[in-house]
């Protein structure tokens, strides 16, 4: 894409030519474009049960990539939206921004892909490519806005975007990433959302060796900014309010737990951690969070709680700490973030579910009970 450096465009891409040399079968590519029914699951409105519902993808565009999708990660950022929680959802809403899939067709100008790849689609499928931000591949904060994965409108047709939980995708090939194949496939979808979420703050913030680390709520985000912050050298505690997830914590890299109910547990650690990441879904004291940072240490919240909350500056103020926000990631640290997993092995603990399970998987969400992220097994999607 035009604001990566040829000097970082992951090895294995390859080029125009070569692709239309070794295409193995490019009629196939050529019949594979039409537009196509494609089932789906959405919700209808705020207060309805997902259920079946059928959509219609775009034709295969010169730079489109048209996945399979076989698995979908639960993110709860889709309970949000299906429920209009953030005030911006367009129904009805197929959500799913955790995808992962094969190949199956691609436009004529694509040159990171071939069909039978392995490849991936994250929370945008597309962005202004112009701005000050998407210069820098940060097209998560394009200045004109991002195209989220489902329930935005294409910047070309007006269309409303669709998520993953559903059969097939097609997105332009900028906004599609490529998966290594050693990775157990399932895993590997979280990272496109909950993956790359924890990984951004955790690099811009250089968080490492010497540091402390606390990580609030342990799910989807928090599993994996624990294991993040656990392989790049930072000492962890988990700050939790379900006491039966001190052991798994501890199996994914913690090396202290704390239960956040518990305020004595809490007052031992004033002033302890360097950094703090965030993630929780719903209302809660910040507050209570940040008397937890030592002088300058930094809170990034990456949770997005539909009600906005109150903040104490006595308390920024007393030890001059910060409170600050982080979405997702851009499309090279993306990559970066998924070559980072191949090359150390992480990926996420899931549940494998199929997709007429996706209410219940909801409500076990919404009682924190999630282990750690639901994945959807889209064969069960017929
Ligand atoms: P999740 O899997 O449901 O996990 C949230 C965890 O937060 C729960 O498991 C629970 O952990 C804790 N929690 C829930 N309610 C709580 C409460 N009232 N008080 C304290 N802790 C509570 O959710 P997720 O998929 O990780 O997403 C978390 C949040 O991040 C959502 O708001 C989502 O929309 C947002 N998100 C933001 C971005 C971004 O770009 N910034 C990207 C993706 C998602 P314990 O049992 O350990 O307490
Ligand atoms: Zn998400
Ligand atoms: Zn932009």
Redesign the pocket.
């Known amino acids: 894409m035009k604001t990566q450096k040829k000097s970082s465009r992951p090895s294995g891409v390859r080029k125009a030519t070569d692709r239309a040399k070794r295409h193995p079968d490019s009629r196939a590519t050529l019949t594979e474009k039409r537009a196509s029914a494609t089932p789906a699951y959405a919700a209808q409105a705020p207060d309805t049960r997902l259920a079946p519902f059928q959509i219609r993808r775009r034709e295969v565009r010169p730079q489109d990539v048209q996945l399979e999708i076989l698995y979908c990660g639960v993110?709860?950022?889709d309970i949000?939206m299906a429920r209009n929680e953030w005030k911006q959802t367009i129904y009805p809403v197929v959500p799913g921004h955790e995808i992962v899939g094969r190949v199956t067709a691609v436009g004529n100008k694509v040159t990171k892909f071939r069909s039978g790849d392995l490849a991936g689609v994250g929370v945008m499928v597309d962005s202004c490519r112009e701005c000050v931000n998407c210069r820098k591949g940060l097209e998560q904060y394009c200045t004109v806005g991002m195209v989220l994965t489902y329930s935005a409108r294409d910047r070309r047709t007006g269309e409303i975007t669709q998520g993953g939980y559903s059969k097939r995708i097609v997105v332009h090939e900028d906004f599609v990433f490529r998966l290594s194949d050693a990775l157990p496939l399932a895993g590997v979808a979280p990272l496109l959302?909950?993956g790359i979420?924890t990984y951004s703050p955790l690099r811009h913030w250089k968080v490492g060796k010497g540091h402390k680390l606390g990580v609030v709520?342990?799910?989807?985000?928090?599993h994996m900014a624990v294991k993040f912050g656990a392989s790049f050298g930072a000492e962890v505690t988990m700050l939790?309010?379900?006491p039966d997830?001190e052991r798994d914590a501890r199996r994914l890299g913690a090396h202290k737990f704390a239960l956040?109910s518990d305020s004595a547990q809490l007052e031992k650690l004033a002033g302890y951690f360097d950094f703090i990441i965030d993630?929780?879904?719903?209302?809660?004291d910040y507050n209570a969070y940040l008397k937890l940072l030592a002088t300058d240490g930094a809170m990034i919240c990456?949770?997005?709680?539909p009600t906005s909350a109150e903040v104490e500056v006595f308390t920024l103020m007393g030890g001059r700490r910060s409170l600050a926000a982080?979405?997702?990631g851009g499309i090279p640290e993306t990559q970066e973030m998924l070559d980072y997993c191949a090359e150390h092995g992480i990926t996420s603990d899931i549940e494998l579910i199929d997709i007429a399970s996706i209410n219940d998987a909801y409500a076990r969400?919404l009682k924190?009970d999630?282990r750690y992220r639901f994945v959807i097994d889209m064969a069960s999607l017929t």
């Not at 990456?302 to 709680?305: D, E």
């Open positions: 993110c709860h950022s949000h959302c909950a979420t709520g342990l799910g989807g985000l928090g939790s309010t379900s997830k956040t993630t929780v879904s719903a209302k809660h990456v949770g997005i709680p982080s979405g997702i969400m924190s999630v």
